[in-house]
């Protein structure tokens, strides 16, 4: 059900072609850049500038590996040995294994006394400029040339000479700082911006030790998806703003979960220590953002730690237990005529806080109930034209996306709707008066944060950001995707899933959901699309659904 | 494989086990009256001290020690809040500002926290520092009243640290 | 009537003369004693240990204007402890049996100090004699209230709904029960020779015959040194028996198994705190009293010591003159201590063997009392009984 495999390869056949890695025979497709073919074999090969989204200009060295070709006979074809393969002349002089291409017969090595003796010298050289600054750099425990001198290095130095001295702290970007003394010339960065970001701005200037990574004068390193340098850089020399010195890699546990910005869905790292989420880092996935994701959404966490995060339930603003608030919030709502109440969701809630929200509409009788769109300019790239994570997902749950909202606005306003029920929204954005709001009798709000409709609340139930919580999102290809939880909600502050479930429950709707593997096993058995998954068969990657009726997609 | 502890064989004396117990009592009663006459080798602790004779590698208190140029030198890299077995030490990081004088070394601890009620004195902080930062030094009566006073902030490290010449000091030769 | 002459009456005086000597007993002698010996226990494990012990709470003369405070030895202890387990919070735990939980510690405390009731600790005072009830049936008392003891620690056990101290108790009442006979038995040979159940008769016959234990250190009374030797052999036996069932029966290491700290934290006594607790320890160190005065009445001679007069037969009141009296008070007042000083030195002898000692196995104790203490306590009273029908 689930894959890591690459996107669909078009239709066309690619032929394979037979190649040795380290004494074994092995088909690829032609194409294939020979560090892949050893990397799918099994051959971990050292690389530095080599990244498998962009090009291989093969400048670091780091990747040498001993090749041999077949030997061809007389009538230039290779000669076959005993076991029907081409014998292979093997080369003396190593060669880069990013930036060749697999041959028919071709044969490499990984190992073996050449190929160390060689990644032994290029590690030394490496770090012959290299700046003893480990101790301050951010990048230490995830740092390929502390991992590779471990690995593969002398592991002591025989460089007696002045090490060159080059600019260190160089503020290159809104968000990023550049230590040159780090940098080890690898290049990705330059790739990056010109290939995936299309903003050419940095570049290299003098020569041999001298080399200098800077940006073009006049530019700076200030595109949205800069920040993906920082991840891509091998060593420590561009380092982000907003992690740096923040926190040593090595505490930080990751979640995998997603990113909640946009309708994309972009696939991300949490990076957390002790109840703190200190960096947000793409995760690779092939199906949705690859290697990427913006900088504005990856820097978009740090209102989960705002010292204003709703803590406490409260009733009439005064603090109150979950017990009260729950049972004052349902009795509040059960005094109403259902055609008199109307419910807010939002498309940014998971699809299984959807679900218990429209269970709780079809309990309470509530016929008025919608979510706020959000349409934004998309860049193109990763960021669509939706503001919502999860518009398919209430679509596919049948929430309607917009269309009720200025009818329920202008109920509030007339009267006519007396209780208002509003989930992770602010109602004013909705078309609601900040007045109507203070007018209605009963008015519920689930949020994390105040904001213009929280002080109007007759009860407010504090609930979990997007690092606090589990559950599903479908974004806007139809994939369905897990958000899993790093860190735990501040104060009394609950899951989502669980304040509906109570809410529910206190208006006398139907139970027996206690784990958010039952609510979407109930939604499971509910959605025709969404058949036969369950929370652990979503996976890391996600799982594109079929949204039109038709029968699920089998995936590769 | 089962085995069988083979119990020893016994005569009747060693059976009748009061010659042993005579025997245990006179031994006992030997050290009671070596012990009433004084001879004990307990320490009276606060009035006798054994500070004098504290090994050069006695592992006190741990400590954070500035260079004799003034600059302390912990650089906040976290490596002893990592190898701390009980968790002892938190450290919070900051950046030096560039009009600070060392404002190259770009990196320092905003508060560095020892939780002397955690501490085990194990020396793997003075061991695992690449900056030769912290040092256990030889106060070994930690006390306090509360827990707040047991925990030792950056003004108390550096003031039970003092200073350490003469040991490495790359920062010195960098531009 | 005058006020004189009414105390004076028999029974009147009886009452008052009791009245009197149970108030000694209990704050004059078990309570210091008790005390004293938790200090010796301390002092003495420490001596033994080569360490040093409490030594710092004594006098706190710099509060009241001295300059220094003297330690005495940590004598102070003696008071601190008691304080300090006066002053502690009661913690009781919820799920106790509330009522035999309170009611356990008391009833720990209780035997030991009645029997103290029947055993003469002095010959007699200004006239009285120093004993407080002077029973025929003494020994059968002793042994009748002393084995009231296992029902404070049983209780305390089962009433503490606890595990470690059920365990504890289960193990104290096993073991009291199966040392009771050994220890009734061993003193049966006592009776045979000195033809009484009457402690303080049993005192006076040896003061008259010697010692039971060493039945030939004195001289006078009607038995020949072959016939006193003959006696012995069966007595050293009766006392091996007595003194060993006598720990058991205490709780004292090496047979302290209901409370074996290693194994069951506290034994019976877990669950408990502050006074209950104490009353707990005071309760073992009254046995461990009571326990020593039998010992020395049945076998030390009691409060006798060879060529000390007892203090008996002279009478303050009747006498004006003081030659005549004053006999009377000096050796009725050196026969009270040196019951007590016997006493004490039993207890150090308690002390000693505990520090000494290590705690028996469960399955050894069992052994130790129903196949061996028994069979031997039983063969000996035929011994003596043999020995007498050949003096006779
Ligand atoms: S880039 Fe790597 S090797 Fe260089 S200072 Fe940073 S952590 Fe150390
Ligand atoms: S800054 Fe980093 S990514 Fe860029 S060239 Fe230098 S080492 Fe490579
Ligand atoms: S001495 Fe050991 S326990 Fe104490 S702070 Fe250092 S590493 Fe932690
Ligand atoms: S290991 Fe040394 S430099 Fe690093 S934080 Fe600790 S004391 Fe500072
Ligand atoms: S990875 Fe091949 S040259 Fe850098």
Known sequence: MTTTATPAQ??????????????????????????????????????????????????????????????????????????????????????????????????????????????????????????????????????????????????????????????????????????????????????FMQEVAHDDVLGFVNRGSHTTLTVYPGKRLDNNYSLNTVDICPVGALTSKDFRFRMRVWFLKETKSIDVNCGTGSNILISSREGIVHRITPRENDFVNSCWMPDSHRLNFHYLHDEDRLKTPLVKSAPATWTDAISTAAAQLKSHEPARIAMIASARMTNEELFLARRLATALGIEQFDVLPRPQEGDGFLISNDGNPNTTGAKLLGLHCGGRLSAIAAGVASGAIRGLLVLGEDATQCGIAEGDLANLETLVVVDILPNKTTPHATVLLPASGFAEKRGSMINLAGRIQRLNRAISAPGLARDDWEILRDLIVAVGGPNGVYSIEEVFRAMAAETPALTGLSMAGIGDLGVELALDGAPRRAEI | MAFVVQRPKLNLAEKLYLPAVLGGLLLTIRHFFKGAAGRNVTMQYPEVKWDDHLPEWYRGAPTLVADEWGRERCVSCQLCEFICPPRAITITPEEIPNSDPWAKVEKRPKEFEIDMIRCIYCGLCEEVCPEQAIYLRKDYSITGYTRAEMKHDKAKLYELGGVKAGVVNKWNEKK | MDISSFLFQPSVFLIWTSLVKTLFILFGAILPLVSLAVFAERKVSAFIQDRVGPNRVGAPTSLVGFKKDYSLWGLGQMVADPIKLLLK???????????????????????????????????????????????????????????????????????????????????????????????????????????????????????????????????????????????????????????????????????????????????????????????????????????????????????????????SSHWLFGLTNIPDWLPGVVWGFVNINVFFAKVSLFIFFFIWVRWTVPRFRYDQLMKLGWIYFFEIALANIFLAALVLVYIK
């Not at chain 3, 002095?122 to 002077?134: D, E, R, T, W």
């Not at chain 3, 009374?221 to 003194?243: E, K």
């Not at chain 3, 506290?266 to 209950?276: A, D, I, K």
């Open chain 3, 89 to 311: 919070e009661n913690f009781i735990p919820k799920s106790v049996n509330k009522f035999y939980y309170y009611i356990a510690p008391k009833l720990t405390m209780i035997p030991p100090l009645l029997v103290l009731a029947v055993i003469p600790f002095g010959s007699s005072f200004l006239g009285v004699p120093m004993v407080i009830a002077n029973v025929d049936i003494g020994i059968l008392f002793v042994f009748a209230v002393s084995s009231l003891g296992v029902y404070g620690i049983v209780l305390a056990g089962w009433a503490s709904n606890s595990k470690y101290p059920f365990l504890g108790g289960i193990r104290s009442s096993s073991q009291m029960i199966s040392y009771e006979l050994a220890l009734g038995l061993s003193v049966v040979p006592i009776f045979l020779i000195c033809g009484t159940l009457n402690l303080s008769q049993i005192v006076d016959w040896q003061v008259k015959n010697g010692w039971l234990i060493a039945p030939f250190a004195v001289g006078g009374g009607s038995l020949s040194l072959v016939q006193r030797v003959l006696l012995w052999i069966p007595m050293v036996i009766s006392f091996v028996i007595f003194l060993v069932s006598m720990f058991a029966e205490t709780n004292r290491t090496p047979f302290d198994l209901p409370e074996a700290e290693q194994e069951l934290i506290g034994g019976y006594h877990t669950e408990y705190s502050s006074m209950g607790f104490a009353l707990f320890f005071l309760g073992e160190y009254a046995a461990m009293i009571a326990g020593s005065g039998v010992i020395v009445t049945l076998f030390f001679g009691g409060w006798s010591l060879p060529f000390i007069p007892d203090g």
């Open chain 1, 10 to 191: 078009p239709k066309t056949e690619v032929p394979l072609l037979n190649v040795q890695v380290d004494g074994e025979w092995r088909q690829f497709p032609k194409g294939t850049r020979l560090i892949e073919a050893c990397i799918k074999s099994g051959q971990y090969v050292p690389h530095y500038c080599y990244h498998p989204k962009l090009s291989s200009p093969g400048n670091c060295r780091m990747c040498l590996v001993q090749l041999g070709m077949p030997k061809l006979g007389a009538d230039r074809k290779p000669e076959l040995g005993e076991d029907g393969r081409p014998i292979l002349n093997w080369s003396p002089r190593p060669a880069i294994s990013c930036a060749t291409e697999i041959s028919e017969g071709m044969g490499v090595r990984t190992s073996g006394p050449l190929v160390e003796e060689c990644r032994n010298g290029v590690m030394e050289f490496l770090l012959i400029n290299h700046p003893l600054d480990c101790p301050i750099c951010d990048q230490a425990g995830e740092c390929r040339l502390q991992e590779f001198s471990v690995e593969y290095g002398k592991g002591e130095s025989r460089f007696l000479e002045e090490k060159v001295k080059k600019p260190k702290r160089v503020d290159i970007g809104e968000r990023i700082v550049l230590d040159d003394e780090r940098c080890i010339m690898c290049s990705r960065c330059i790739r």
